[in-house]
């Protein structure tokens, strides 16, 4: 099974974060949902947690993504 990862640095915060998890998908989809609800006052939902699901990347792929583009927008959480 490929691991995934989810990483907040694409994603526009005011905090500025730069948490990244990894482990298997739905370690990761939970994982996160908790993370944008405590740190990040979003609200857990079914849309959410789709939301986290869509932007998760295979972490064998990450390496070729490079660095987030500065104050980019990537996806919309």
Do not use: N, W, Y
Not at 15 to 29: A, D, F, K, N
Not at 49 to 75: H, K, N
């Amino acid at each position: 099974m490929t691991r995934k990862i989810a990483d907040c640095r694409q994603f526009p915060s005011e905090t500025h974060c730069s948490l990244t998890i990894s482990g298997e998908e739905e370690e990761v989809v939970r994982a996160t949902a908790e993370h944008e609800v405590s740190v990040h006052g979003e609200t857990d939902s079914p849309e959410l947690r789709r939301r986290v699901r869509a932007a998760l990347r295979d972490e064998s792929d990450t390496s070729a993504m490079g660095p987030p583009p500065p104050g980019g927008e990537i996806f919309d959480l």
